[in-house]
């Protein structure tokens, strides 16, 4: 079955880097990115891990846990972090989970059911392993993402949408394309002008159906 938006997630136990854990109870009431990679030691995964080190008091200001997930054991992923630490100047002070039996990989549906890792094999034959997925308290998926092997991801674009779930999911209101953290929001269809207007204050009218207001945070 596809992991589709607003399903639980799927819970399970798990090795990591940081001594083993219980997903949905390592999430507990905090928000949680869990992003995902087809091997250790491989160029673009390495720069994408620097890059989420390199943002550790970013994730910590929206009350948010990141984890890794790579097709690895836990003793590649900790000679593998030295590498990260090196080339990003910061330390990996996440976990990153061993998933080399792929159980995990196949709950979050980015491997099929009958995947396996046969005798030499490369990345390639884990490429589809190169997800992001944000995930609210409620252990509810509120967004996904899928890279191919060839674009390291923005983890920039990654706390931008991660600021407009957490900011919908407190103030009730809707995000336009390229948002930024304080720009205006749309007001929810499910609301009247009048309401709008009695809740947020000035409203511009551009369509009945678009309705922008001040960020209201």
């Known amino acids: 079955m596809a992991l589709r938006i607003n399903d639980t997630v799927p819970d399970f136990t798990a090795r990591t880097s940081q001594g083993d854990i219980s997903f949905h109870d390592w999430i507990g009431d ?11 030691f491989t160029p673009v995964c390495t ?4 890059a989420v ?5 970013e994730w910590k200001k929206r009350g948010t846990k990141v984890i890794g997930v790579s097709v690895d054991g836990v003793d590649e992923h900790m000679k593998w972090i030295g590498d990260i630490e090196s080339y990003a100047g910061a330390d990996v002070d996440f976990p990153i989970i061993a998933d080399d039996g792929l159980k995990i990989s196949k709950a979050f549906d980015m491997l099929p059911a009958e995947a396996y890792l046969p005798d030499g094999r490369t990345p390639a034959d884990s490429a589809t392993v190169r997800a992001v997925f944000i995930i609210g308290p409620d252990k509810q998926l509120k967004l996904s993402m899928t890279y191919p092997m060839t674009v390291g991801r923005n983890f920039a674009e990654v706390l931008r949408a991660l600021d407009a779930l957490q900011a919908s999911a407190k103030l009730g ?16 269809t499910s609301v009247s002008t009048e309401a709008a207007r009695e809740k947020y204050g000035a ?3 551009i369509f009945p159906y678009l309705r922008k207001t001040a960020y209201p945070g």
């Open 203 to 205: 409203v511009e009218e």
């Open 47 to 50: 720069t994408e891990f620097g």
């Open 53 to 57: 080190a390199q943002l550790s008091e």
């Open 30 to 40: 905090s928000w949680a990115i869990l992003f995902s990679h087809p091997k250790d």
């Open 173 to 188: 209101v809707a995000m336009p394309a390229n948002w930024e953290m304080g720009q205006d929001v749309i007001v929810p």
